[in-house]
């Protein structure tokens, strides 16, 4: 296993999603590599040694989609494990979503991302997407938090 391979890990991995809406729409990305592979997901990826959690959002968010972004506060914490057809641990992700504000950029897929889209909020329930995240849109943009949290630095 390399360093950045984050298969069958000895540990979790932290990563962090980035949750941008604009417009009555929330900005998600369809994916391209495992884990969820195919799936819809809220944007974001690892956080790599050094970096803060903003900062790793704001990387991430631009290297998937071409967007910049500025992230702010942590709305979502949760964790993701996957097994392999042996019950071995193949990915183990604890993932902190962070709401974060659309800065600009031209909106194209990259990185892992197969595509990259601003969905509408009333056509989420109609995506391909894991459960928690399904639940987690939901709730958030039912509860009113569609709009940008306090920058934490």
Excluded at 17 to 46: D, N, Q, Y
Aim: hydrophobic share 35%; glycine share 12%; proline share 5%.
């Amino acid at each position: 296993m390399t360093s950045s391979d984050t298969r069958y890990p000895a540990s979790p991995c932290v990563a962090v999603g980035a949750v941008v809406i604009r417009a009555e729409s929330v900005l998600l990305v369809k994916r391209g590599k495992a884990p969820s592979s195919g799936k819809w997901a809220i944007p974001g990826g690892r956080v790599e040694l050094g970096e803060t959690l903003q900062q790793a959002a704001e990387r991430e968010i631009f290297e998937e989609t071409g967007l910049r972004i500025r992230a702010g506060r942590p709305v979502y914490t949760f964790d993701l494990i996957e097994r392999d057809g042996h019950g071995d641990i193949r990915f183990h992700y604890v993932i902190v979503d962070l709401a974060a504000e659309h800065l600009g950029g031209d909106l194209k897929p990259g990185d892992d991302a197969d595509q990259a889209a601003w969905i509408p909020f009333k056509k989420i329930d109609g995506l391909d997407m894991n459960t928690t995240t399904r639940d987690f849109l939901a709730g958030y943009l039912q509860n009113g938090n569609s709009t940008f949290g306090s920058h934490e630095s």
